[in-house]
């Protein structure tokens, strides 16, 4: 996968396909409509304060790559915009309806439990289970044409791991590095144990060479 967008990208892909499924009569969407989606207060992790202009930006960004298209519909004198990141004609990217849903809810709110996933994406799609939840967070992790999602390591006193998307490069900062120690390989832990024991070793053994060396300057001092 080389697809990688920014956090204002996201969310703006984010809201248009969130508005596409559950308010359909709306969409496509006026610049101010997809600003205050942008913007919502509900549903949004990190919560964004981001005028037309900054928004307009985003949305040319987004058109030039062919993520995003103006849709000037018959007797349209207000410009509307549609996201044609997936499930459409003109690129290859397709998710099932559970796909789709727990994409745009990582878009929206970052990184999510499966748990917190199934709720949230019920608006948008339908889960008959936990375990289809997992199951498709399975699929969006080992398809051929992604990976999409990554699994995070379970953090104190959570009962389940979160997931993050990847369309906007490898998860970085402490998230990053936990997941990299999770994942890391039994052998690499091991040689990384023994190489700090043979440091400690050296070290209780050069400090037993000091205390021996004051020993004896210690009992010279004592001699007559």
Do not use: W
Request: proline share 5%; glycine share 8%; with cysteine.
């Amino acid at each position: 996968m080389n697809i990688e967008l920014t956090l204002h990208e996201t969310r703006v892909i984010g809201c248009l396909i969130e508005k596409e499924i559950t308010t359909p009569e709306q969409y496509p969407l006026s610049l101010n409509a997809l600003t205050n989606a942008c913007n919502q207060k509900s549903n949004r992790d990190p919560v964004l304060d981001l005028d037309e202009a900054s928004v307009q930006q985003v949305v040319d960004a987004l058109i030039k790559k062919y993520y995003v298209n103006e849709h000037g519909g018959f007797g349209s004198r207000v410009p509307k915009f549609q996201h044609r990141f997936c499930n459409s004609n003109y690129g290859t990217l397709k998710f099932s309806p559970q796909e789709l849903g727990i994409v745009c809810e990582l878009f929206l709110r970052g990184p999510q439990t499966p748990g917190e996933l199934r709720s949230r994406a019920s608006r948008l799609c339908r889960f008959n289970d936990a375990t289809e939840v997992e199951a498709t967070l399975k699929q969006l992790a080992q398809r051929e044409d992604g990976p999409f999602v990554v699994r995070l390591p379970r953090e104190p006193g959570k009962r389940e791991a979160r997931y993050a998307h990847l369309f906007s490069g490898e998860v970085t900062g402490a998230e990053a590095h936990g997941a990299a120690v999770g994942c890391a390989d039994p052998g690499d832990k091991a040689e990384t144990a023994g190489s700090r024991l043979s440091q400690l070793e050296q070290r209780v053994s050069d400090l037993e060479t000091e205390l021996a060396a004051l020993k004896r300057l210690v009992e010279a001092g004592r001699e007559p």
